[in-house]
């Protein structure tokens, strides 16, 4: 009867928090098959549904969507940039903290993620204004050294975790061998925390991914801008062609849906493996 008990509470938990989950990305699907005098009709679902409003994305037919495939595009490079930027930055610092025992490693590891203290909305001035001091306001690399910035006391903190988790029995043996740091750092360290890699590494990629607001600040030309930032091209009009912005938000959805789908064990391995201090 307990495990009845407990499955039955379970499921009372979980079926709200997937309805809460749910139902946004249905209504998001539902205007985006809708037609355009058919999107404040407030229905379940479209009497004449199309996909026309997708063929109309992928062929830029719309003024809000005429740099859709390089705004696209400029996503995917600010991400996957990002995601591997983090993840040698990480890599090297975590290494040099928990194996190599840096003096003052620790300290400027905590140092780092005290800054999460501040909201990284209040720290959105202070970083245009950096960029604009060394001439790098309107470029993607601005926005990609924030977004490192921003990611990389988390994915340091998490990758030392794990680390510190790794038997210091075979950094000795490598070392008895004649192997040297770097050695050690690319043939015992690397393919051990291969799960924490994968998951840090996604992590920043989905971040820099979902980013608007520093986007938004930093890359003032249409052209240099992320797909986030021309989504929110649509709403400066009182007339915006919400099924357009629904089906372009649906498509920009699918490949971090995706990229966790693939490597959602990964994942949840590599980030539990740096969740608790062993």
Request: net charge positive; glycine share 6%.
């Amino acid at each position: 009867m307990k495990r009845w008990f407990n499955e039955a509470v379970l499921v009372l938990i979980a079926v709200p928090v997937v309805l809460w989950t749910m139902v946004p990305l249905y209504h998001l699907f539902v205007l985006a098959i809708s037609p355009q005098d058919a999107v404040l009709a407030g229905t379940l679902w479209p009497e004449h549904p199309t996909f026309s409003n997708f063929l109309t994305v992928f062929r830029q037919q719309h003024y809000y969507l005429s740099n859709f495939w390089l705004q696209l595009g400029n996503s995917f490079f600010i991400a996957v940039t990002t995601g591997v930027a983090t993840l040698f930055v990480a890599t090297c610092a975590a290494f040099a903290i928990s194996r190599l025992r840096a003096r003052g490693g620790r300290q400027v590891m905590n140092l780092a993620l005290a800054t999460y203290l501040i909201p990284a909305a209040f720290l959105a001035v202070p970083m245009y204004k950096t960029m604009g001091s060394y001439g790098l306001l309107n470029t993607q690399a601005a926005l990609i050294l924030a977004m490192i910035a921003l990611a990389s006391p988390y994915a340091i903190w998490v990758l030392k975790q794990a680390s510190d988790k790794l038997p210091r029995e075979l950094d000795e043996a490598a070392i008895m061998d004649g192997a040297t740091p770097l050695q050690i750092f690319r043939m015992v360290y690397l393919p051990l925390m291969r799960p924490s890699l994968v998951a840090i590494g996604i992590y920043a990629l989905i971040l820099a991914w979902n980013e608007y607001l520093y986007a938004f600040l930093l890359l003032s030309s249409e052209q240099a801008a992320p797909l986030s930032v021309g989504l929110g091209m649509f709403l400066s009009a009182d007339d915006s062609p919400w099924n357009l912005l629904m089906a372009t938000g649906l498509i920009y959805a699918v490949p971090p849906a995706v990229i966790y789908y693939v490597f959602r064990n990964a994942m949840t391995s590599g980030l539990t493996a740096g969740a608790v201090k062993g």
